[in-house]
C-alpha cells in the first residue's frame, strides 16, 4: 500500500489536464482527455473524479489506478468480448481502436442500493416498483440483494448533462438502439457482471453493481472507456455485510460511493456548485482506489511484466518509450507540471 502521506505529498501535483495540440482531435471528458485520430484514439487518464456528473477535482494517482484496474479486467474478460483496447504505451495512457459508440450504458444491478437521481434505491423509496422495465417486489431495504441481477439502461448524456434511467422499450422509440443488438448487449453485459461477481467474491468482495459501454469497429462489438473499475462500479466488503445490513449501517465500500455520500452529507446531489473536496477527502479517496487495486494482488500484474514497476521518483514523461515520446508526446508539447507527477509506487 502507498503511505498516507505520500498521498499527502501528492496533492499538489496531480495531473488535471493534458492540452496536446499536434495529436489529433481533442475532446476531454470527465475524466479522459482523448486524442481523436482517424483509426485510434490516444486515451490520457488524468486524476480527475466526477460525481452526479459533475468533475469536482483531483485524487492522487487515480488516474493510474484506473487504467491498472481497467487494463487487467479488459484482459480477464477478453473471453466474453472484445475491447478496444490496442496498447498501454504509459501507465496513465492507452492506445485504443476508434469505434462508433452505442448510444446506451448498459447498467447491472444486483442490489437495491445508490445515493444518484437515477439510482435504484431513490427510484424505489419514492414508491416506484418497476426501475427499467424490471418488477421489484415489496418490502425491500436499502442495499439488499436483489432477487436477480438485473439490466437497467441508461442514456449517454452529453457532458454536463444528466444520464436518464429507462426501459428498453423508450430506447427502442428514441432509436437509440434496436432491439437486436440491445438483446446482445444484454447478454454480454450479464456474463461480464457475473465474471465481476465470481472474481470480487474471491477476494472477500461483494461486486454490487457497474455500468458497460460499447461501440461497434468493422461490424464488430467492442467493450469500450473502462470495466469494472471503482468508477463505474460499487465494490463492498464481504465479510461484515451482513451484520450491517441487519443493523441498517452502511456497508463498508471501496468505489467512489465514499465521494458520493460526502457530497451528499453536504447537500450536492448534482444541482447547484458543487462543494470544494477536502484535502483529507482526496486522501482518503485515493487510499480507497489502490486498495481496490491491491485486492487483486498479483493477478493485476503487480511487480510483473505485465506492470510497469516505476519508481514513485521517475517524472512521468521519462518512462513513455522514445519511439512513442517521438510519435505521440513530443517533449515540446508536455504540460510544465509533468516534471512534478510521479507514478504509483
Known amino acids: 500500500m502507498v503511505a498516507r502521506d505520500i498521498l499527502q505529498q501528492q496533492l499538489p501535483h496531480t495531473l488535471v489536464e493534458t492540452n496536446y495540440e499536434d495529436q489529433g482531435e481533442l475532446y476531454r471528458g470527465k475524466v479522459r482527455d482523448n486524442y481523436i485520430k482517424e483509426e485510434t484514439i490516444t486515451m490520457v487518464t488524468t486524476d480527475r473524479i466526477s460525481a452526479f456528473d459533475r468533475v469536482l477535482g483531483t485524487v492522487p494517482f487515480k488516474g493510474q489506478a484506473l487504467v491498472e484496474m481497467a487494463d487487467w479486467w479488459f484482459g480477464e474478460t477478453a473471453d466474453i468480448v472484445a ?69 437497467t439502461p441508461s442514456t449517454k448524456a452529453a457532458q454536463g448533462d444528466h444520464d436518464e434511467s429507462v426501459a428498453p422499450e423508450e430506447l427502442f422509440r428514441r432509436g437509440a438502439v434496436d432491439p437486436g443488438l440491445y438483446q446482445e448487449l444484454a447478454k454480454i453485459s450479464m456474463k461480464l457482471y457475473r465474471r465481476g461477481v465470481k472474481r470480487a467474491a474471491e477476494h472477500g468482495m461483494i461486486f454490487v453493481d ?26 463492498w466488503m464481504a465479510d461484515d455485510y451482513e451484520k450491517r445490513f441487519e443493523k441498517g449501517e452502511e456497508p463498508r465500500k471501496f468505489d467512489k460511493e465514499y465521494v458520493r455520500t460526502w457530497l451528499a452529507e453536504q447537500g450536492f446531489r448534482g444541482k447547484g456548485k458543487p462543494p470544494v473536496l477536502t484535502d483529507d477527502l482526496r486522501v482518503e479517496a485515493a487510499a480507497r482506489y489502490i486498495e481496490d487495486l491491491h485486492w487483486r494482488g498479483d493477478a493485476a500484474g503487480i511487480g510483473t511484466g ?37 507514478c504509483l509506487p
Request: charged share 25%; net charge positive; proline share 9%.
Open 83 to 151: 475491447n478496444h483496447v490496442l496498447r498501454r504505451p504509459h501507465p496513465n495512457v492507452w492506445t485504443v481502436r476508434r469505434c462508433d459508440p452505442i448510444q446506451v450504458e448498459m447498467v447491472v444491478r444486483g442490489y437495491l442500493t445508490g445515493i444518484t437521481p437515477t439510482s435504484i434505491w431513490t427510484a424505489y423509496e419514492k414508491g416506484d416498483r418497476n426501475f427499467c422495465g424490471n418488477e421489484l417486489p415489496d418490502g425491500m431495504r436499502k442495499h439488499e440483494k436483489l432477487p436477480e441481477p438485473i439490466i
Open 210 to 235: 457497474t455500468k458497460y459501454e460499447f461501440g461497434i469497429s468493422s461490424g464488430k462489438i467492442m467493450l469500450m472507456d473502462e470495466v469494472n473499475t471503482p468508477d463505474s462500479s460499487r465494490y
Open 306 to 342: 505485465r506492470r510497469r514497476n516505476l519508481p514513485s521518483s521517475q517524472p512521468v514523461y521519462l518512462v513513455l518509450d522514445d519511439s512513442y515520446l517521438k510519435q505521440t508526446f513530443p517533449v515540446a508539447s508536455l504540460p510544465q507540471n509533468f516534471d512534478q507527477i510521479v
